[in-house]
């Protein structure tokens, strides 16, 4: 499994880079809610087209996920699923009624609830992205804790979490076989040249 990322904050704080480039391309950011929006689903495109998705007859499955700063896609083989989130503090309550009673002890019982909160989530939406369901499978999920442990498989599935921005961000992959991810770290310039 491929995995290609960036770090986009400095897009965010400064946009010209990818104005320019959109120019360039004869794209135009209208139909975009807000101009964060269109960095997150433009550097998503990016990430895809270098991955290689989408070539002919490549039979790979694709993920893409973002939050915050960070964009990340993965490419692999078998069906596979990716998430990722930016570890922050919700103004709102953590939604608790997603996890089951042995999930929500175990984040309770971490030295950082918050991560693990978070660690819980990404592996769930991974999984269900992986089986191609919706958010409203998440409630139907099995347990990804039994016995006080958070599972790494769950039927013939694997999850995992990658070393990407690991202080600020979660991300994890759930995909049909366990391994390593061959991880490449773009810059903005990479994505959107000048």
Not at 25 to 30: A, C, V
Not at 116 to 142: D, Q, V
Request: aromatic residues 8%; contains cysteine; proline residues 8%.
């Amino acid at each position: 499994m491929r995995v290609f990322w960036c770090d986009i904050r400095p897009l965010l704080a400064q946009p010209g880079p990818l104005i320019r480039w959109c120019s360039k391309q004869g794209l135009s950011l209208d139909a975009y809610l807000c101009l964060d929006d269109a960095v997150r689903h433009l550097a998503g495109l990016q990430l895809r087209r270098l991955a290689g998705a989408g070539a002919p007859h490549s039979g790979d499955s694709i993920s893409i996920s973002h939050s915050g700063g960070l964009v990340v896609c993965a490419l692999g083989a078998t069906p596979l699923g990716l998430d990722t989130e930016e570890v922050r503090a919700s103004p709102a309550a953590l939604p608790a009624e997603y996890f089951t009673v042995q999930e929500r002890r175990w984040i309770n019982l971490q030295p950082q609830p918050l991560r693990a909160f978070f660690r819980l989530w990404t592996r769930k939406e991974s999984l269900i992205k992986a089986e191609g369901s919706g958010l409203s499978r998440m409630l139907s999920l099995p347990s990804l804790v039994e016995k006080g442990i958070l599972l790494e498989q769950v039927g013939p599935v694997f999850l995992w979490e990658l070393p990407i921005l690991p202080q600020r961000y979660v991300t994890s992959v759930c995909a049909g076989q366990p391994g390593q991810a061959d991880l490449h770290a773009l810059s903005v310039h990479q994505l959107f040249p000048a």
